[in-house]
């Protein structure tokens, strides 16, 4: 993973393990969370960090659905 500079004030991660699929699975992740679809999420996140660890967008957001959850261990623990 690089954190590379695409303007003057932004910077984002580039991770060449992350690929257009591993993507839609993430988007797909977010929008069954914000629908309230829990178990979904989960399982979606679950996979896509199982195929890339290092995916900080979906450690983030799963990170934030368990603490939304009350699991507030595995939250810190992402």
Known sequence: MRLI???NDNWVFHDPAITYDIEQEFDRATDEWRSGNI?????IFRD??????THIDAIHHYSNMLEDLGNFIHAFNY
Do not use: F, V
Request: with cysteine.
């Open 48 to 53: 896509i960090l199982q195929k890339c660890p």
């Open 5 to 7: 500079k695409t303007s």
């Open 39 to 43: 178990e979904i999420a989960e399982t």
